[in-house]
C-alpha cells in the first residue's frame, strides 16, 4: 500500500495534475496570508482568537499550519468564526 507521500508525488508528476495542485496553492497561501493579516491587524495571538472562537490554540495552530502546507482547507464556517474573532466580516467573491 502506497503512502499519502508516495501517492502524491506520483500524482504530480502529471504536468496537469501539477498545474492545478499550484493553482490551489497560490489561493490557499493567499487566504492564509489574509488571515495572518486580520490576526496582526487586531492585535491578536492565535490562543486570543481561539479564546474567542470558543475552541483551544493548538486548533488555531494547526489551522493556521494546514494552509500553509496544503493539506486541509478549512470549512466556511470556520472560516466566519476566524474572521468574526479578528473582527473582521468574512466576504467571498467569485471573480
Not at 470558543?54 to 486541509?72: F, V
Amino acid at each position: 500500500m502506497a503512502t499519502y507521500k508516495e501517492l502524491r508525488e506520483r500524482a504530480l508528476a502529471d504536468p496537469a495534475v501539477r498545474t492545478e495542485y499550484e493553482r490551489l496553492n497560490r489561493e490557499e497561501f493567499a487566504l492564509l496570508d489574509a488571515m495572518l493579516a486580520a490576526r496582526r491587524e487586531a492585535g491578536l495571538s492565535q490562543a486570543d482568537v481561539a479564546a474567542r472562537m470558543g475552541t483551544k490554540a493548538p486548533a488555531i495552530t494547526r489551522l493556521e499550519r494546514a494552509l500553509a502546507t496544503g493539506q486541509h482547507s478549512p470549512s466556511v464556517d470556520t472560516l466566519r468564526k476566524y474572521a468574526a474573532a479578528c473582527g473582521k466580516t468574512l466576504v467571498i467573491s467569485f471573480a
